[in-house]
């Protein structure tokens, strides 16, 4: 079983863009820092009301972590969730802003966001991924386009 460690934004979007059911198809359990759940419920209210009583898939964990100098500039949520994910050490950290996504790299952690898991998703059937990035555009969610033309030729290629 791979050990999924998740931020708050690729959960955030997800729920939003009505694809959060990709992560139980591709993984079996997601965990979410207790700062994560709590960022999830200042989000819209559709990602309070998920959160408010999340799926079996999920747990919740506390992030019991010293004090780590590189981390302090990120927000409450990316540092717990790198923090979980270096405990165990995770096999995948879902996380989509990049000075947490560079300072989780920098420890080690694979990591990917919410493009790249929409990307894997439809890679294993389980959504067409230009409809899945014309949800996600309809967000806040904030895009390279040449990320989404890059992953949507490679999707194009493989099929």
Do not use: C
Request: glycine letters at 6%.
């Amino acid at each position: 079983m791979q050990l999924v460690i998740a931020d708050t934004g690729p959960i955030n979007y997800l729920i939003l863009i009505g694809h959060i059911d990709i992560l139980p198809a591709l993984f079996r359990k997601v965990i979410l820092p207790a700062a994560v759940r709590a960022e999830l419920d200042e989000a819209p209210s559709a990602v309070r009301d998920w959160i408010a009583a999340p799926p079996s898939w999920v747990e919740i964990r506390d992030s019991h972590h010293a004090h780590d100098p590189a981390l302090e500039k990120l927000d409450a949520g990316e540092e717990a969730a790198i923090a979980l994910a270096i405990e165990p050490h995770a096999d995948l950290l879902l996380m989509d802003k990049r000075d947490g996504v560079n300072a989780a790299r920098r420890k080690g952690l694979a990591v990917t966001g919410t493009l790249g898991l929409l990307a894997i998703a439809a890679n294993a059937g389980l959504l067409n991924l230009g409809d899945a990035f014309d949800r996600i555009k309809r967000t806040n969610f904030r895009y390279r386009q040449q990320t989404m033309d890059a992953l949507l030729s490679e999707r194009s290629n493989i099929t």
